[in-house]
């Protein structure tokens, strides 16, 4: 048996023109989109193709679209492959389709808890830049020069490529610090609120509080959390590694090494395209496997 890794993408770009056709290929696809959309009682498809620019390859989604997709694209690997992985993991919001495809949530509740959180997270106004070719401490430093209230690493992705979040008011004396510090690129996400940082607490906490009842079960494999880089195994640790996600940066480059550390050279993204695979230093130590290549 082949021993891989399942990595889940969060907020990103997908290719819309391999969905579509997926769609319109499989049944199993056409059927998540339904039962997503009974669940939350309108028609997710017939929205997401309005949402969507289809004169452009690759598409911005909402975190709904992105779960629906992730859990779509499982279905279909279980389905034509059936091959079950080793350890699962998400990137961000990638995390829910993980716990949805380990047994850990079911769908119906991860798509209340994530649509919540994009509603509460549309109110918190804010803004992340990729920050590239800069280290961690000078850009860490450079945070705290706003006041250790204002600006966060959110995310380290690779060793030249950080996400930072914070208020907006401040975004140009961030940009201009960043250069100066020797930045190669700061790049404005396509994303208008804060994440994964204290300025979330009082989300963090209203998602407690509203989803506190929900039923966590036993994960039918590993599962590892990318904030905390460690796998957790009682559903109670996981159900608090999860909401305290949205104030924590995500450690995804640590994930990644983490991975390679215990043996694991296989790499599956349930994605339409190859974005968490490619951003780390180390991918001469496994083989990338591509949904696009297996089913498209």
């Known amino acids: 048996m082949i021993k891989f890794a399942m990595i889940f993408p969060g907020h990103g770009f997908q290719n819309f023109k391999i969905i579509k056709k997926l769609h319109k290929k499989y049944t199993i696809i056409q059927k998540t989109f ?18 969507t620019y289809q004169k452009n390859k690759y598409q911005y989604f909402s975190q709904i679209e992105i779960l629906i997709i992730s859990i779509s694209l499982y ?16 990137h961000s919001l990638g995390q829910y389709s993980a716990l949805v495809c380990s047994n850990v949530l079911t769908f119906s509740d991860a798509l209340k808890i994530v649509y919540y959180r994009q509603k509460l997270m549309k109110k918190k106004i804010g803004i992340m830049y990729a920050v590239i070719g800069l280290k961690e401490k000078i850009i860490t430093e450079i ?10 690493i959110a ?19 961030i940009i201009f610090q960043c250069k100066k510090n020797g930045a190669k690129h700061v790049i404005k996400l396509p994303i208008k609120n804060i994440s994964h940082c204290p300025l979330m607490k009082e989300i963090k906490e209203k998602m407690f509080s509203k989803f506190s009842k929900i039923n966590f079960h036993q994960p039918k494999n590993f599962i590892m959390d990318s904030t905390l880089v460690k796998i957790l195994y009682k559903p109670q640790d996981i159900k608090h590694a999860l ?19 215990k043996k694991i050279k296989y790499f599956l993204e349930m994605n339409t395209g190859n974005f968490l695979t490619k951003l780390s230093n180390n991918k001469k130590k496994y083989h990338a496997l591509y949904i696009k290549k297996i089913f498209y």
């Not at 034509?80 to 080793?86: A, R, S, T, V």
């Not at 706003?146 to 966060?152: D, L, R, S």
Request: glycine share 4%; net charge positive; with cysteine.
């Open 34 to 51: 339904s039962k997503a959309s009974e669940y939350l009682n309108c028609n997710l498809w017939k929205k997401f193709l309005k949402n």
């Open 75 to 90: 279905k279909l690997w279980k389905k034509k492959i059936g091959i079950y992985p080793y350890i699962m993991t998400g």
């Open 143 to 152: 945070c705290q020069n706003f006041g250790n209230k204002n600006f966060f």
């Open 155 to 173: 995310c380290i992705n690779s060793h030249d490529q950080i996400i930072i979040t914070g208020k907006k008011k401040y975004s140009k004396k």
């Open 243 to 261: 909401f305290n996600q949205i104030c924590k940066p995500v450690y995804w480059e640590h994930t990644i090494n983490f991975l390679i550390s």
